[in-house]
């Protein structure tokens, strides 16, 4: 589409350019003027590391404050499409429901219309200009430094500038142009004018990509009379619908919560668009009312236009607002998730890829996917399913119906559950563009880490399935008994981790927990090396037999070690502040050692078995 409009645009505007001078000047304001909004864009992106997520996160706990934040934001920034892109990649990292994220999008409408007020309410009273060049030098000064927040500074400074100096050519170029044509000439009324001009201001928002430029195009065109206040009032409803194509091509890189955001953005401003349009006369007897109240000029249609603008949007939030949980269930029938592929990546999106914290986010939940098909991989090696972890009896059982040793193909399990996702998770890092500094890039090391010990699980559990096959066959009881116990260890270890997950997600502080976890790891290794030794002494089982066993024993410490650490960065991840207190008291690995060589001082001399 994009090449489409390059191909037919440059013919056009070279036409345009040969044919008048001002019509260069509108089309240069309106380029300074994107510009602007890209510098705008780019300043407000270095404060994304972690600032305004964070900001996002605590705001849209609630419908209200979700819309509110949406308002504000969008005041600020000056602009939706950001507001619309940054709420898109939330969604789809998980960090934002679709409800809070629809109340964030019809914020961002209402709070796109301050842009018009600013504009038609001090834009077009001053010179624009005598304030846009010091903002150019000093926010190119900025721009220079090496610090990213006061780079980013500079671009918000640069971008205001521009904005400035794009409003000013286009103000200018429309003065001019009256001289010699008067386009109002071509103004059309009635139904047929409100909805071919529509129409234009829907085309002129695509095009631009900026609801923004099109509005300051709206109201420099309508100052200098180029064209009617009712063809002014059309173009408005068609920008305010064009601007969701922005928000479903950022949709087209997300998954299935993404594509419902933007869907419900183009649902809200197509059903205001068409009320707008239905009820035109009302909205201009309610502005005219709004105007008289104000004490703004009844010729005054720039200001009214965004008292317009404002009124259609809010009427909009008014009318479907109430129902956004019930808009969420329409959404989530409509439109369904592809099917799960298990053995492809679910969360590595381009959207999520944005923004530091969304990148990070969708790393982790990556990571889990890959834990969950390790785990699948673990207990298939032991013939054992999730279920059979509910009940120690029912987990003994399974093992000992399993002691012929079934195979199962560890390498193949690798192949099609691990080695895809990790490799792509793996790559997906490496895009990550953030500093080194960022807190997020920490982040992104641990998770890299915890993906390497739920590949060393699997490993560890390779060498260890070799010996399970093998005794599980043998003629001694002893044998059999003691490999049991080492996969019934595993699988123990396995649902305590998920037990400990279960209390994370129920907002618990469970993390001493994860201290007791590793002190039993090391004391359940300390007693299967004293179990062994104790059989070789009563000669019940071979010298050969207890090498072999002290080996996988090795192997199960190992496999429990990697899980336990894995589960850390996983599943401890989403409030650091509530687990503070905890993190003071979690013992690292020596002092677990230490503890357990005190309770048992035969624990050194055993150590050395491993």
Same mark, same amino acid.
């Given at each position: 589409?994009?090449?489409?409009?390059?191909?037919?645009?440059?013919?056009?505007?070279?036409?345009?350019?040969?044919?008048?001078?001002?019509?260069?000047?509108?089309?240069?304001?309106?380029?300074?003027?994107?510009?602007?909004?890209?510098?705008?864009?780019?300043?407000?992106?270095?404060?994304?590391?972690?600032?305004?997520?964070?900001?996002?996160?605590?705001?849209?706990?609630?419908?209200?404050?979700?819309?509110?934040?949406?308002?504000?934001?969008?005041?600020?920034?000056?602009?939706?499409?950001?507001?619309?892109?940054?709420? %898109?990649?939330?969604?789809? $990292?998980?960090? +934002?429901?679709?409800?809070?994220?629809? &109340?964030?999008?019809?914020? /961002?409408? *209402? #709070?796109?219309?301050?842009?018009?007020?600013?504009?038609?309410?001090?834009?077009?009273?001053?010179?624009?200009?005598?304030?846009?060049?010091?903002?150019?030098?000093?926010?190119?000064?900025?721009?220079?430094?090496?610090?990213?927040?006061?780079?980013?500074?500079?671009?918000?400074?640069?971008?205001?500038?521009?904005?400035?100096?794009?409003?000013?050519?286009?103000?200018?170029?429309?003065?001019?142009?009256?001289?010699?044509?008067?386009?109002?000439?071509?103004?059309?009324?009635?139904?047929?004018?409100?909805?071919?001009?529509?129409?234009?201001?829907?085309?002129?928002?695509?095009?631009?990509?900026?609801?923004?430029?099109?509005?300051?195009?709206?109201?420099?065109?309508?100052?200098?009379?180029? %064209?009617?206040?009712?063809? $002014?009032?059309? +173009?408005?409803?068609?920008?305010?619908? &064009?601007?969701?194509?922005? /928000?479903? *091509? #950022?949709?087209?890189?997300?998954?299935?919560?993404?594509?419902?955001?933007?869907?419900?953005?183009?649902?809200?401003n197509m059903v205001t668009g068409v009320l707008a349009l239905v009820l035109i006369q009302y909205f201009e007897a309610c502005v005219d009312w709004v105007a008289q109240i104000l004490t703004i000029a009844?010729?005054?249609?720039?200001?009214?236009?965004?008292?317009?603008?404002?009124?259609?949007?809010?009427?909009?939030?008014?009318?479907?607002?109430?129902?956004?949980?019930?808009?969420?269930?329409?959404?989530?029938?409509?439109?369904?998730?592809?099917?799960?592929?298990?053995?492809?990546?679910?969360?590595?999106?381009?959207?999520?890829?944005?923004?530091?914290?969304?990148?990070?986010?969708?790393?982790?939940?990556?990571?889990?996917?890959?834990?969950?098909?390790?785990?699948?991989?673990?207990?298939?090696?032991?013939?054992?399913?999730?279920?059979?972890?509910?009940?120690?009896?029912?987990?003994?059982?399974?093992?000992?119906?399993?002691?012929?040793?079934?195979?199962?193909?560890?390498?193949?399990?690798?192949?099609?559950?691990?080695?895809?996702?990790?490799?792509?998770?793996?790559?997906?890092?490496?895009?990550?563009?953030?500093?080194?500094?960022?807190?997020?890039?920490?982040?992104?090391?641990?998770?890299?880490?915890?993906?390497?010990?739920?590949?060393?699980?699997?490993?560890?559990?390779?060498?260890?399935?070799?010996?399970?096959?093998?005794?599980?066959?043998?003629?001694?009881?002893?044998?059999?008994?003691?490999?049991?116990?080492?996969?019934?260890?595993?699988?123990?270890?396995?649902?305590?981790?998920?037990?400990?997950?279960?209390?994370?997600?129920?907002?618990?502080?469970?993390?001493?927990?994860?201290?007791?976890?590793?002190?039993?790891?090391?004391?359940?290794?300390?007693?299967?090396?004293?179990?062994?030794?104790?059989?070789?002494?009563?000669?019940?089982?071979?010298?050969?037999?207890?090498?072999?066993?002290?080996?996988?024993?090795?192997?199960?410490?190992?496999?429990?070690?990697?899980?336990?650490?894995?589960?850390?960065?996983?599943?401890?991840?989403?409030?650091?502040?509530?687990?503070?207190?905890?993190?003071?008291?979690?013992?690292?690995?020596?002092?677990?050692?230490?503890?357990?060589?005190?309770?048992?001082?035969?624990?050194?001399?055993?150590?050395?078995?491993?």
């Amino acid at each position: 589409m994009q090449n489409i409009l390059l191909i037919l645009g440059v013919p056009f505007l070279i036409y345009g350019f040969w044919l008048s001078n001002d019509f260069t000047g509108i089309a240069a304001g309106i380029s300074i003027f994107l510009f602007g909004m890209l510098a705008l864009e780019q300043g407000f992106n270095a404060f994304t590391g972690g600032t305004l997520e964070r900001i996002l996160r605590k705001t849209t706990r609630t419908n209200w404050r979700s819309l509110w934040f949406g308002i504000l934001a969008t005041s600020l920034m000056q602009s939706s499409s950001l507001v619309s892109i940054i709420t %898109i990649s939330f969604i789809s $990292a998980g960090l +934002l429901e679709l409800a809070a994220g629809i &109340g964030v999008i019809f914020g /961002a409408n *209402l #709070g796109t219309s301050t842009g018009a007020w600013l504009i038609a309410g001090f834009g077009l009273k001053v010179n624009l200009s005598e304030y846009a060049l010091p903002l150019l030098v000093f926010g190119i000064l900025f721009i220079f430094q090496g610090n990213k927040k006061i780079k980013g500074l500079g671009y918000i400074l640069a971008g205001l500038g521009f904005l400035f100096l794009g409003i000013h050519y286009m103000k200018e170029s429309f003065e001019a142009i009256k001289e010699t044509l008067d386009l109002v000439e071509y103004a059309i009324t009635g139904i047929r004018g409100l909805l071919i001009y529509t129409l234009m201001g829907f085309a002129a928002t695509i095009i631009m990509q900026s609801s923004h430029a099109t509005m300051v195009l709206i109201i420099t065109a309508l100052a200098a009379h180029q %064209i009617t206040y009712e063809n $002014a009032l059309a +173009l408005a409803i068609g920008s305010n619908v &064009g601007t969701t194509i922005t /928000a479903i *091509l #950022g949709s087209l890189g997300a998954n299935v919560e993404g594509k419902r955001l933007a869907a419900a953005h183009f649902l809200f401003n197509m059903v205001t668009g068409v009320l707008a349009l239905v009820l035109i006369q009302y909205f201009e007897a309610c502005v005219d009312w709004v105007a008289q109240i104000l004490t703004i000029a009844a010729d005054n249609y720039t200001v009214k236009l965004a008292i317009f603008h404002s009124l259609f949007n809010l009427f909009g939030i008014i009318l479907l607002f109430p129902f956004i949980d019930q808009l969420v269930k329409v959404l989530e029938k409509i439109i369904k998730p592809a099917k799960s592929n298990i053995f492809k990546p679910k969360y590595l999106t381009d959207s999520a890829a944005g923004f530091p914290e969304t990148f990070v986010e969708s790393v982790r939940l990556e990571t889990i996917h890959l834990y969950e098909n390790a785990i699948h991989i673990v207990l298939k090696t032991f013939g054992l399913h999730r279920r059979d972890l509910l009940d120690n009896d029912m987990l003994w059982a399974a093992l000992q119906k399993d002691s012929t040793g079934t195979y199962y193909d560890i390498d193949a399990g690798y192949e099609k559950r691990i080695k895809g996702i990790f490799s792509a998770i793996i790559e997906f890092i490496s895009q990550a563009t953030f500093s080194r500094e960022m807190e997020q890039s920490s982040k992104l090391y641990w998770l890299r880490n915890s993906g390497r010990h739920i590949v060393e699980a699997i490993k560890d559990t390779k060498h260890l399935q070799k010996n399970w096959i093998r005794y599980g066959r043998s003629q001694s009881a002893e044998a059999r008994d003691e490999y049991q116990k080492i996969a019934f260890q595993i699988a123990l270890m396995i649902r305590e981790i998920e037990q400990f997950r279960q209390k994370i997600a129920q907002n618990e502080l469970p993390l001493l927990s994860l201290d007791s976890l590793k002190s039993k790891i090391e004391e359940d290794d300390l007693q299967v090396t004293r179990q062994i030794e104790k059989l070789i002494r009563e000669k019940k089982i071979t010298p050969q037999t207890g090498s072999s066993l002290i080996n996988d024993s090795a192997y199960m410490y190992s496999i429990k070690s990697n899980l336990v650490k894995a589960a850390e960065t996983l599943f401890l991840h989403k409030s650091p502040q509530m687990f503070r207190p905890e993190l003071k008291l979690a013992l690292n690995d020596s002092e677990i050692k230490q503890v357990i060589e005190k309770i048992n001082p035969a624990y050194e001399q055993n150590s050395d078995l491993n």
